[in-house]
């Protein structure tokens, strides 16, 4: 199966929001995580551990022009960023993707970020 990242125009819920020279920024419609979208590099890259320099900066770029778009279009009072890499990290597309989902007050788990499930006990490693 291809990569679904590198042929973003194929799936057609997706829209391509923004880009850049290097860069995508993808959403598509999301019944819980309303405004959350994807940054993704043109080029395949694995892991964020794979990106250039170039593709780092663009990133980094495109990061603050969707920031101030989901905030006027969704009026979001937070965020939450970050990547998944690898299997055990919970990437399941291996081409480098940088999740933004903004979060608003009026959630139900509002205040708790991403570390708030990895740190609950039965996430224990077993004999350590």
């Known amino acids: ?12 819920d997706e829209s391509i929001v923004y880009s850049n020279e290097y ?6 419609p999301q019944p819980v995580l309303v405004g ?7 080029a395949h890259r694995e892991t964020v551990f794979d990106l250039t ?12 022009q ?12 937070g965020f939450n960023v970050g990547w998944n890499c690898g299997h055990v990290g919970g ?10 989902i903004p979060r608003f007050e009026d959630e139900p788990l509002a ?3 991403l570390r708030y499930w990895l740190k609950q006990p039965n996430n224990k490693r077993i004999g350590v």
């Open 23 to 28: 860069c995508l920024f993808l959403q598509k």
């Open 1 to 12: 199966m291809e990569c679904p990242f590198c042929y973003p125009k194929l799936d057609e």
């Open 111 to 113: 205040g708790k970020g």
């Open 53 to 64: 320099p170039q593709e780092w900066q663009a990133t980094f770029d495109l990061l603050h």
């Open 66 to 77: 969707v920031k101030g778009y989901i905030e006027k279009t969704y009026k979001s009072q």
């Open 36 to 42: 959350s979208g994807l940054i993704i590099p043109k």
């Open 91 to 100: 990437q399941e597309i291996f081409h480098a993707h940088l999740h933004v």
